[in-house]
Structures are given as C-alpha cells and as structure tokens.
C-alpha cells in the first residue's frame, strides 16, 4: 500500500468536487427565477448537479431544457454547499451546442462585439433601424429576436477613440487600468467619461490598455471557445499591465467573468493573476473610502432614487458598494428594491422565445418599481437598466452617474 | 398431498436461481422459484457487476478464466440490455505488478482473451482519469459491467412468461420425501408465517453461500465456504471503462463504472456465516486506498456508500482458502452421491458464469426428468419481449436507448431524481406480487440507489404503497422506516464530507419535518397489521460493532 | 471591508443575531453563505417539542420545559444563551414578522400539535396562521387534500398514520385529491409551480370548487389540509382568499422539498432587513479569523477573484449546521472553519452515528465549548477571541433534531450572541 502518495483522502478535511456536494436539499430551485416563473424548467438543481452525474458518459451532454437557463447565478448564491451549478449547465450547454450546432441568433448573440462594432459605425442609421417596425418584424423572423424588445442605441463615437482624444491629467496618485466593456465604448460613452472623471478626481490615473469583448455573450450563447479566445487575448494583455495596476470594471457581468469565470468556467491560463486585481468600480471607490482617500467634498443631489442589485453583483460576494457611496453623497435618498432577477439576463431576453418568460420574471421588479414612484432606478448592470426601463416605463442609470453628478459631471 | 404441485422447485433467488428457472421454462418444464428475501438480495445483488473478460483468472484459475471468455461472449447476444460493454484495463503500477505481466499476458494468450499491451500515453488519452502511479496498461475489450439486477429480474420475468413462478420472502423448512426421493418443499412466508408445500418431481438448490443450509435439511453435506467481499460506491463513474490491478488477484484491484457510479472492490475474507458481514473500516479504506492507486477522482469522489457481498466457494477438500479456491462450479447429483434422489446442488462459480451454471444443473434435472430438449439459454435472447423488457426498467446511464437525460426525459416528472426514476418505472412493480418492500423496488429500479440514498424518493414510494399497494400507513410508513435505515447502515461507514451533510439533511427532512420517529414509537405501541417482511439481514452492519448473527444450524 | 458587527450565517440564528444588533441601534453585516440548507425544516419555529431524543410525550409548554431543561442540563446550549434569550428572541421574531407583513402565532406558553407530510402529530410552538387550522388539539373531521401528480405530499399516507393516531371516529380523517388543470400525472411539476399558480384567481377557482365537492359531502363541519402551495411569497395572502373562496377552515402541510413554507419565512425576512438598510453579503463563503491578543482582527471572505477580509468590532458566527458549513467533516477530524481547532477526531466514521437514523447522532452534537458569553473556549476555558460570539451549530450540544428545538435554539443562541457581540 503505498498510502503516503495518496494525499486527500488522508487528509483531515474533504476536499470533493463541487458537484459531489449536492445535497439535494432543493434550495437553487426555490430562487430560481426561471423555475419560479414557468413551470417548463427542471431547475438548476437537475441541470446542474444531478445530471453531471450522468455527463461522464463519454457521449451524453445534452439535457432538455438547458436553454432555460437565464445564467442568473442565483443558484449559485444560494447554494449552502457551493455547488457550481452554473459551470456545469454552461458546460453542458456547450458540449450540447458543439454536437447540434448554434442557431445563426446564437452564433450573432455571442459576437455582440462584432454586432456592435457594426451598429456603432453605422451609428445614426442602425439606430433607426433598430426602432423601426418592419426592420424588426425582419429581425424576429430571420434571426428570432423578438420584436418588441427595445435594442441598445449606439453612438457613433466610441469610448476608446474618445479616450484617445481627451488630455492626459498632470499627476496621479496611482494608476488603475479601465475594462470599459462593450457596452461603454460603443453605446453608453457617458458612463465611461463618468469613471474616468470620478478616479481623476480621486488622483488616480486611468489608462486604457486594448481589449475584447470579455466573452460573456459567448459563454452564455453556448459559445465557450469564443469566450475562451476573447478570454485569452484580455488576460495577455491585462497581465501585461505593471503589477501595481489594479483594473476596474464598471460593467457587472464583465467584471464577474475577469474576476472568476476566466479562471474557473473557462481555465484560461494566467486569469487567476488578473482575477485577483479586478475590482468593480464601486468596490473599488469604497475601499479608497475606507482607507480615507475618496474626496467627500459632494454637492448634494436631489433625488429619489431605487437601487436594484444585479443577479451577478451578489456572485461577486462583495455586498452592495454602490448604495454604501451613494448613501455618502447628501440628498440622496435611496432605497433598494429586493425582487429579484430583472429576467433580461444579458441576451436571453432578447430571444424571440424567451421574451415574455424574461418579462414575466421581471413582473414582480416591475410592479415594486411602479409602485415606488421613484425618479429613477439604478443598476450597476446594464441590460437590467434595459430591461426596467422597458418593463416600467422609468428612467434608469448607473449609480456612478448619481456619483458623477455630485462631483458636478452632467 | 402437497397444496400445490410443479415440476421442478428452484430455491434460491440470485443469478443462478433466475438462470435455472429460465432454463427450465424454455425446455418446457414447469417451475417455480422459491426465495427466503428478494430476488438478487443476496451474492449477486452484492456483487461488484464486473462482467469478466476472464482476465482476472487468467493465472491462477485458467479453467474459470476459459469459462469467463465463452460466457461473456454469450452474455453479449443474449444479454445485451444488461450489459455495459466498457472493455477494461488490466494496469500495473508496482515493481511485483510489472514482475506479473509476463504469466498474464501468456494466461491470456492460453484462455483466449484478447489483450493488448498500449502505451500509458495511449492509456490516459482515452481513459484521462488513470493515476499517475500507471506504469503499464493492458486493453482487454471483453471486460465490462453486468447489471446483476438486472439480470435476475430480466431471467425471472423471461421465466415467467413462460409460466414460471416466483415467490419471494419463501423459504424453505424443509423437504417431502418418498423413501430416498424428493417429493415436495415445505416452506414459510416471512411475513404471514403461512405454511404451505409444494409437490414437485425435482429440487434445484442454487441457493449458494446457503447451499450447506439448504442440504442439511436433508441431512446431506454439502461444503460452501462463505468468504466476505467488501465494495464501496462511488458517486458518479470516475472511469469509461473498468480497472484492475494487473497482479495476482488481491484486496481493492477492481474499480468498475456501473451505470451513474463507480464500485471499488474488493475484500476477501471467511465468514462464519453468509448473512453475518461485517463491514470494518480497515476494508473501507483499503478500497479506496487502493482504487485511488489506478485511478485519479477515487479518493476525492464522494463515497455513497458500502456494502458486503458473500462468494459462495466450493469446498473441494483442498487446503486452498479465499482467493486461492477456485471461481470454478460444481454440480453435485446428491442422487449419485448421497443417495437423495430428485435433489441437484449448484454451488461454486461468478454471475459472469450464472448461465452455464443454470445450463448444467438444468441438464442434470432434466435428464433425470426425462426431458430430453437442450438447453436454449444460449441462443434465445433474454429480451425477446423488447418492449416489455423495456417496462423492465429504465436505466438511466446505460448506453443505448432509452437514453433518459436525453431529449427524451422532456419535463417527465421523477420519483428518484438521483437515479432519474419515474413514476411509470416503478408503477409494475407495485402490481408484482414479489415485490414486499422498498428495497424490493430499488433493486428493480435503481430508486434510492443516488447520493441522497433515498431521502426523498422513500416518501413518494411509501406513498404508493398506499395508494397503489393499498396498505395502510403505519404499514407504509414502517416500509419508508426501513428503506431509509437500510440505506443508512451502508452510508454510516462513509460518513464524512458531503454523506455526512447529507445525513442531516436526511434527519432534517424525515425526524423534524415529517416527526418520523415519533411516528415509530407510536407504531411499535400500538397494535400493527404489518404486511412487510424483516429487513433483510447483512446489509452493511459492523464496524467494530457486533455484528448480529443469525441462527446458524449447528456445525460438525 | 469594515464592518461593525460582522454576522455569519444564514439560518435563523443569524437572522435574529441580525435582526436584534439592527434594532439596538447597531449596524450589522449579514454575510450570507447561501440559503440554509435546512431551510425547508422550518416550516414552524419549534422550540421544544420533546424534552429529550426519547420521550414519546410532547412537550406542553415549551418555555416551563426549557426552563426544566436549563436546570438538569448546565451545558446544554439552551442553559448557555440563556432562558432570557429565549424569550426575548421569541418577542423579537414575533414582532420583525409582523412588521414584515407576515401573520404568525404561536407563544412558549404553548405547543400545538400540527400534522407533518407523514400524519403525524408534531408540536409546535411558532407557526404560520396557514397552519393554526390543523391544531389536533380541535376535534372538527379532517379531510387531506392531495393533487394527482404531485408526489410530494401524499395524503392517502397522512390520512390514515393520523386517524390512527388522532381519529375522531369514522370518517374523521379522510383524504381527497384534486386534478389541477395544467398539472396532470406525466408531467413535472413542483410546490414552486404550484404556489405561483395558485395566486392566479381562476386557477384558484377551479381548485376551490374541486375541493368543495369532494370535502363535505357528509358534513359541513371540516376543516381542509392542503399541501403547504397557498403562494409563493406571501403568507397569507393566498392562504385567506383560498379560505374564504372555500368556505372551509383550511390549513397548509409542509411538504418535501421545495419547500414554499420554509422559502417564504427566509426570503420575507431576509428581504426585511434589506429594506430596513442591513446590507448583505451575498455567496460569500468566510472563513480563516485572524487573530491577535486574544481578539479577531479579520475573517475571510471568499468573494470572486480574490479573498476579501471582513474587519470588524465584534463577529457573530451563527452557522447553523454542518450543511451550511459550521463544521467541517474530514474522513477522521472534524474542525471548523475559522479557527481550525480539530473539534473531534474518529479513528472510525461510524463513531460518529448511530446504527439506526432514528436515534441521537454522535455528530450532531460536535462542536465548541462556549464560555457563558458564546465565545468559542479554547481547552483552558478562556475564550478563543474575546470579540467572537458563537449562534448555532458549532456550540457543542447543539442537536435539535430528537427534541424538535431547531428554531429554539436557533433564537436563543443568536439572540443571545448579538447581545454579547454588542457589549464586546
């Protein structure tokens, strides 16, 4: 017996698979906001942990229903056993796609980048497109993306060439480095001039090193090599940055996927060095607070205001930073709005068939929003600022931009 | 006179037993079989289900190796539904494991088993979870997993299509006899304790480690030697194909995926008794110690559980012992022998065996009979009836169709949801009158048999109990009661990480939120119509504890 | 990040801890592993239904029997937080669910007897009004309300265990099934399918005229037990409409797994202290206190990307069993994750159970000494970290599971450390 070679098993303390940990004790479906909202879902506890068991067949991926999945994560949060219920149903749905191959709308929902890129060069045009009836009833039929659902407005100028253009401030206390994310560089600049103009205030220099789509489209459009190559070129890239510079993402999801997913869903090599330096912007603004280097000197702002915590901002395990430093600012007042997934979850709203299962769990937000009466509702996330604006009819924003407005940025 | 009368009266439930009583009923002989608990309740349901190349015998044991080749291959005709065929790796991974290579190989190469020398490389291509200890890997293709289950009960309902009877929790008191002939069985009915006879004009007595039982009651001998293997499960696969050790068969060399897990075995070791096997934790943990040795993910796996399965040896009066006897049968004419006319015993051999074993006893009884058709059992698939063999059972992990966590699964709902059992898996066999228990349903099922080990799944089968079985609730809820400490006595020996989580959310769910035992002490204080048998017995116990024995005739 | 009072956990322990440092005026952080496993236990609050793992005779009055059971037993860990503890975490509980919306009852003065998913009996000492109805201790004819397909709650099975129990006569108990449009036999559906259908008001209809049919036929005087789906968030919403469109008493039954009754306590009140401005840390798994000169300086938390230390004044570790990970399990040791003291160590694994799961388990009462303040006592007696209070399972001796005191000990426990984390 050659026991001393063995390692774990004689260790004190198990150290299983994450999928071993399961105890069916049914949690992950009880939050689920799919399984909650239809009851053509199995759950994640089937699709993830439960059917793994059955995926080390050599050839068995697919499990019905796998589409369903939203890739909210909350199953994940809520977990008492830390199940990765999510990677083993993005997994799978990948495998599945890679034996039965993509729909075009898949194969175009996981290019956002590429889509994008086009939608803002041709910036005045694809907006009116996007807003036109027949354009849409077009989209719905050939590429199955329904037509009601309202499309990002892009702009013409994007955050990269506009960040080129601008002056360089003269001293910084430090330097951090900006993961604008596809979302600020080609449809909402705004929010990007607001990070840049909070951390310049704050005497930190931003820089912007070149980089991709962080993958997440791919990854839950079924398409892990492609968000594995995007993947990849921002890891080389971010791990080519000095050691001192911290990045910041100001998108949730692109954070959560530099943060974690890069290391663990995809296993890029080298995404564990930049996973531990990404920071979400208001995680990072409030650790300057804490060690007492965040410039309190607000004009107050008068506003009633909703926050609503994205699904992917509890993955990131960090709390709520955004409402610690809008509580900060005078005249805020600011109230958090707890029901749950907004059910646009990145693309799946999108999608033709999922469009009024996303709608209908979004209901319950919609409604609390409605019945708030507030100016406007924030979200670090935005496809969920999308989908309360369609679903209520409110005006939304990031909170950086309640932040932006105190440091006196219109 | 006998209550009723048959041909020939099969005792003993397991492979060989199912395997008689089709052979029987395919030549046309009328049969019944009689089993003391459940069918594939005892040695073959405990079994490791390693369909045997013959690999592991090639050395020591070339005869019962050259009847692993042709028996395998016949299994794989006739079988086919119960049989995964993984092919399997004989790996070397010690300076005595390489020394053994060379009598293997030529073992082989005298059996017939076809067996290939590949590169490690080639090896961890197609089988990645092989350890790093790996030095050298043999494919043998012929090795594989044999669903015991499934086996049995794919032979006993072959049978009784046929018109072959089954009654389980029966067992035999004892014997009719004419002067030196064997007319009839008596028998008891665990449950009701009704004693009835059977006429018959032969007995086959294939009740194996319980043979020596079974013969006394004619005071005849005949020499079984129970010797204890102990198997721990895995909670899922861990490999594509089977793993032995390449060596001189030993302790913890066989790692085999059987449908959604993995069973490592396994122990041998004399036991006073065929239903006193104790489980102690030096065999546990020498199973996956040693498991972990071929293969990566044994010792981090999630253990479910472990159990202990008795070989039934046949004593040849040589010195040999455990190991060192041979996997080989025996048929003993107790006409011939003891003078006991219309009494044959099948004793000795492996499930991969079961139907040559079946075949020769037949042979013998229906000689005797006068019954002059061969046997077909060789021919005649096991599943003749596709679609009713598909009614069987629905196996969730095996290849081939129906493929359940397939599209076909669609929103279906589900008893087991660690085994993916549904309700119309588990439906017949609440009709089937051998079916007493809840054990009885996992055994044809797999229900209960996932990482919870029947949490949930045992309220919705006590359910039907009343609502299919038509028994009362204390009745079903006694069976619930017994499922889950059944289960529990093979958990315990694994109770750390997640099985022991999941024992509290076991208690959680049945003692706080159901108040289940406090239901159990109100039962056993009132007055029970209890329609159940005893738990079986040997599931499990130990542990340094005394293991309870039961009644064992006195010995010589 | 810094914090004032750091609380780990998220069973009832940790709510309450929670819950009693906001409403002293402190502010807590509620970092949150993950929904109690054991979530779906807590159905009711049970504070002592038996006054130990053998007695068949429930307990009547659960705060004279706790009080009793401080008395024989100086360590348990009800003598620890403390019978005041107790009461003023029950009062506190009872408040934080009204002012949250939510109708409950129940006090330590008594215990009602409820029937379980199996039919039987069970005392219980906090519970939803959706529940009260089915109080044993009333002696109208009860009829069982099942729906075919749904094998979670099969009343065939609980009608007959309780009228052998409980029965009133012939007929007392009898049970129904109803067929629910959209949900047949053959098709997968859940508790959760079924909650959210039944805000629905025709669907709701159909149930209710279903049910009234088969109910009464004999006798108008019957009250009807449902499986625990009277809606998914809120409740009592669902429940009293259901009740007044049936015409009947109506009473819920917790049911297997997913439970809506267990989802609906956790949720409202993890929702509450949100909306009263508690901040939570969502899926952050802590762990590793770092401590000097007798105090912990940080714990761990494993957020995404990275480790992120928690520094606070005081910290309530109110995790709550080994599920939600209060102690870990190795093949032989048992430790905890903050201070990595081998709590106890089996040559054997079955040392740690019974051989029958229907006895007290070894393990389960695996865990810290505590000093009288609940801080963790290392061998000497002297506490682990003078800022460190200990609420639920890591407390040695905590085994709610034969008495049926999970939430008791729950209140107590995290009460009373809140109390002492606010006074550290």
């Not at chain 1, 869903?265 to 090599?269: E, K, M, N, R």
């Not at chain 3, 409980?166 to 007392?172: E, F, I, L």
């Given at each position: 017996m050659i026991t001393e070679e063995l390692g774990t098993f004689s260790d004190t303390v198990e150290e299983e698979a994450p999928v071993e940990a399961c105890t069916k004790c049914t949690a992950c479906n009880t939050v689920c906001p799919v399984a909650r909202s239809t009851e053509i879902f199995r759950g994640p506890k089937f699709l993830g942990p439960e059917s793994e068991r059955y995926r080390s067949q050599p050839e068995a991926a697919v499990t019905a229903g796998l589409d369903l999945c939203s890739g909210c994560k909350l199953c994940e949060v809520t977990c008492p056993s830390q199940v990765t219920i999510q990677e083993y149903i993005r997994r799978a749905q990948n495998k599945g796609a890679e034996e039965k191959g993509r729909t075009l709308r898949d194969w175009v929902l996981g290019h956002t980048r590429l889509l994008s890129r086009f939608g803002s060069m041709t910036a005045p045009l694809a907006n009116l497109g996007n807003r036109n009836a027949l354009v849409r009833w077009a989209m719905e039929r050939v590429l199955g993306i329904h037509h009601k659902r309202p499309l990002p407005r892009y702009q013409w100028l994007t955050f990269e060439r506009w960040f080129k253009r601008r002056p360089r401030p003269a001293k910084a206390r430090r330097t951090v480095a900006y993961f604008y994310g596809c979302w600020v560089n080609y449809n909402e600049r705004r929010l990007g001039e607001h990070v840049v103009a909070i951390l310049e205030r704050n005497g930190i220099e931003v820089i912007v090193p070149k980089q991709q789509c962080c993958g997440i489209p791919a990854v839950v459009n079924a398409n892990m090599d492609l968000a594995r190559k995007y993947g990849g070129e921002n890891v080389r890239r971010l791990n080519g940055l000095p050691a001192n510079v911290d990045i910041i993402a100001s998108s949730t999801s692109c954070g959560l996927m530099l943060k974690h997913d890069y290391a663990h869903?995809?296993?890029?090599?080298g995404a564990e060095q930049v996973g531990v330096r990404v920071y979400d912007i208001c995680e990072y603004l409030w650790m300057l607070h804490e060690a007492g280097e965040l410039d309190l000197d607000f004009q107050p702002v008068t506003t009633r205001v909703l926050y609503h915590a994205p699904c992917h901002l509890k993955s990131h395990g960090i709390g709520y930073p955004a409402m610690r430093l809008l509580r900060l600012i005078p005249g805020v007042q600011l109230e958090e709005v707890d029901e749950g997934c907004c059910g646009i979850s990145g693309t799946f709203g999108v999608k033709v068939e999922k469009y009024d299962l996303s709608m209908k769990i979004g209901s319950r937000l919609f409604e609390a929003v409605k019945a708030a009466g507030r100016d406007s509702v924030l979200a670090d996330c935005e496809t969920c600022r999308m989908q309360v604006e369609h679903g209520t009819g409110a005006r939304s924003a990031h909170p950086i931009d309640i932040l932006a407005r105190a440091y006196g940025h219109r | 006179m006998p209550d009723t009368t048959t041909g020939v009266v099969v005792i003993g439930g397991g492979s060989t037993g199912a395997g008689a009583l089709r052979d029987l009923s395919l030549r046309g002989i009328d049969a019944v079989l009689l089993e003391k608990g459940d069918l594939a309740s005892g040695t073959t349901g405990r079994s490791h289900g390693l369909l045997h190349s013959g690999g592991r015998y090639c050395v020591n044991d070339p005869a019962a190796a050259i009847e692993c080749v042709e028996e395998g291959r016949i299994l794989r005709r006739i079988a086919k539904t119960t049989i995964e065929d993984t092919g399997g790796y004989f790996v070397s991974v010690s300076e005595e494991d390489l020394a053994w290579e060379p009598r293997f190989v030529e073992g082989c190469a005298k059996a017939g088993i076809t067996c290939e020398r590949i590169s490690v490389e080639e090896a961890r291509r197609r089988e990645p979870a092989l350890s790093q200890h790996v030095r050298t890997v043999f494919w043998i293709p012929e090795d594989g997993h044999l669903d015991p289950f499934y086996l049995v009960m794919g032979n006993v309902e072959s049978a009784r299509r046929r018109g072959a009877q089954v009654r389980t929790y029966t067992e035999v008191t004892g014997f009719l006899k004419t002067d030196n002939r064997v007319t009839g069985v008596l028998t008891r009915d665990a449950i009701t304790g009704e004693e009835t006879s059977i006429g018959c004009q032969a007995v086959i007595n294939a009740t194996g480690a319980w043979a020596g039982f079974v013969a006394r009651l004619l005071d005849v001998e005949v020499k079984v030697v129970p010797v204890k293997g102990v198997m721990v499960v895995l909670s899922h696969r861990v490999a594509h194909a089977t793993i032995n050790r390449c060596h001189k068969p030993g302790d913890g060399d066989i790692i085999v995926p059987a449908l959604s897990v993995a069973i490592l075995g396994t122990t041998s070791a004399r036991v006073p008794h065929p239903e006193v096997l104790p489980i102690e934790w030096d065999e546990v943990r020498q199973m996956i110690e040693e498991g972990a040795l071929m293969a990566d993910g044994v010792s981090t796996a999630r253990a479910m559980r472990a159990y202990a399965g008795v070989r039934p040896l046949y004593d040849l009066g040589a010195e040999a012992e455990g190991r060192e006897m041979s996997r080989n049968f025996a048929v003993i004419d107790h006409e011939e022998r003891d003078g006991i006319a219309g009494f044959a015993s099948i004793v000795g051999g492996k499930v991969t065996t079961y139907r040559l074993m079946a075949e020769r006893v037949t042979d013998l009884v229906a000689q005797r009979l006068g019954v002059r058709t061969p046997s077909t059992t060789a021919d005649v698939p096991l599943n003749d009836h596709e679609e009713e063999m598909d009614q069987l059972r629905h196996r969730p992990a095996q290849l081939g169709v129906p493929k359940p966590h397939g599209d076909e699964l669609g929103l279906q709902p589900l008893i087991c949801e660690c085994e993916l059992v549904r309700p119309q898996d588990v439906a017949p066999w609440f009709k089937d009158p051998a079916v007493r228990t809840l054990e009885d349903i996992r055994r044809r099922?797999?229900?209960?048999?996932?990482?919870?080990?029947?949490?949930?799944c045992s309220y919705r089968l006590a359910g039907r109990l009343v609502t299919e079985r038509g028994l009362d609730g204390a009745t079903a809820t006694r069976a619930m009661a017994d499922f889950l400490e059944t289960r529990w006595r093979g958990v315990r020996h694994v109770f750390w990480g997640s099985q022991l989580r999941q024992a509290q959310v076991t208690a959680g769910l049945h003692l706080e939120l159901f108040n289940l035992d406090r239901q159990l002490m109100f039962q056993s204080q009132a007055p029970s119509d209890a329609l159940l048998p005893p738990p079986l017995p040997g599931e499990g116990r130990g542990g340094g504890e005394e293991a309870h024995a039961p009644q064992v005739a006195s010995k010589r | 990040m810094k914090a004032d009072v750091a609380v780990v956990g998220s069973g009832l322990a940790a709510l309450i801890a929670t819950r009693s440092l906001q409403k002293a005026g402190r502010k807590p952080l509620l970092i949150w592993p993950g929904l109690s496993s054991l979530y779906f236990v807590y159905a009711t609050v049970d504070v002592l239904g038996y006054s130990d793992a053998t007695s068949h005779q429930p307990v009547e009055r659960p705060g004279t029997a706790v009080a009793a059971l401080i008395a024989d037993h100086p360590d348990h860990p009800y003598a620890r937080a403390g019978l005041d503890a107790l009461r003023d975490g029950v009062a506190l509980l009872m408040e934080w669910l009204e002012e949250a919306g939510f109708r409950w009852q129940g006090s330590l003065d008594h215990n009602l007897l409820l029937p379980t998913a199996i039919g039987t009996p069970k005392p219980s000492c906090l519970y939803p009004q959706s529940m009260a109805?089915?109080?044993?201790?009333?002696?109208e004819p009860i009829v069982l309300c099942g729906v075919e397909g749904y094998e979670d709650f099969v009343p065939e099975l609980a009608a007959s265990n309780l009228s052998r129990s409980?029965?009133?006569?012939?007929?007392?108990v009898r049970a129904i099934r109803v067929s629910l449009p959209g949900f047949e036999p053959g098709k997968m559906f859940t508790s959760i399918d079924l909650a959210r259908s039944l805000e629905n008001e025709a669907f709701r209809g159909e149930v209710v005229e279903q049910i009234r049919d088969k109910a009464a036929p004999h006798s108008d005087h019957v009250r009807v037990g449902v499986p625990a789906v009277l809606g998914l968030t809120h409740d009592t919403d669902v429940y009293q409409r259901f009740q007044s469109e049936l015409g009947h008493p109506v009473f819920e039954i917790p049911t297997l797994p997913p439970s809506v009754l267990g989802l609906r306590l956790f949720d409202r009140l993890r929702k509450h202290l949100q909306e009263t401005g508690v901040e939570i840390i969502w899926a952050a798994q802590a762990h590793a206190a770092e401590l000097s000169d007798g105090r912990c300086r940080r714990i761990h938390l494993k957020s995404a990307g990275r480790e992120q230390p928690i520094e606070a004044g005081a910290y309530v570790l109110a995790l709550e069993d080994m599920v939600d990970g209060a102690l870990r399990a190795g093949v032989h040791a048992v430790v905890d994750p903050f201070f990595h003291q081998s709590l106890a160590h089996h040559v054997v694994p079955t040392e740690r159970t019974d051989e029958s799961l229907f006895k007290p388990q070894p393990f389960a009462s695996i865990g810290y000494g505590v000093t009288d303040r609940l801080q963790p006592a290392a061998g000497d007696g002297n506490p682990l970290a003078r800022n460190v209070f200990l609420a639920g399972g890591a407390i040695a001796g905590y085994d709610p599971v034969g008495t049926k005191s999970r939430g008791g000990l729950a209140i107590a426990t995290g009460y009373r450390a809140a109390k002492e984390a606010m006074a550290a």
């Open positions: 869903l995809l296993d890029i090599p | 099922t797999r229900s209960g048999m996932g990482p919870c080990q029947s949490a949930i | 109805a089915g109080d044993l201790g009333r002696d409980w029965g009133r006569g012939d007929q007392s």
